[in-house]
């Protein structure tokens, strides 16, 4: 069992910046995929950034790739997004979430937190 808790979300311009954290409890936090996923009102839950703790690089969806970066501290047991140039269309409820297969697959995730809100204003 894994427990995730995100921090760090807010509102703030367009352009700006924010980083998100997520801290793990439990067992073997770096065992697993670990990634980070959003919903916009209306929008089903999308894949944003994704890190495999047992090695490789982060993989990410294409509208954040050069922008969002994902970085982990197995030390500290703690995920983090670091979002530069923030863009109106990035809000949403931003969701760590821990599982294994392929890192981009909303289904192979079944450990997830309750989500921080990101609002980007014009």
């Known amino acids: 069992q894994v427990q995730l808790q995100e921090s760090g979300g807010g509102l703030v311009q367009a352009g700006g910046s924010l980083r998100l954290s997520c801290a793990a409890s439990?067992?073997?936090?770096?065992?697993?995929?670990m990634g980070w996923f959003r919903q916009a009102p209306g929008k089903e839950r999308e894949f944003v950034g994704a890190?495999?703790?047992?090695?490789?690089?982060?993989d990410y969806s294409d509208s954040v790739k050069g922008r969002f970066t994902v970085s982990a501290d197995t030390g500290k047991n703690s995920l983090y997004l670091e979002m530069n140039n923030l863009k109106p269309d990035d809000t949403a409820i931003y969701f760590c979430?821990?599982?294994?297969?392929?890192?981009?697959?909303?289904?192979?995730?079944?450990?997830w937190g309750q989500g921080t809100q990101v609002t980007v204003s014009l």
């Open positions: 979430a821990a599982g294994s297969g392929p890192l981009k697959w909303v289904k192979t995730y079944y450990y």
């Open positions: 439990g067992r073997a936090f770096s065992h697993y995929n």
């Open positions: 890190i495999n703790l047992r090695g490789g690089s982060p």
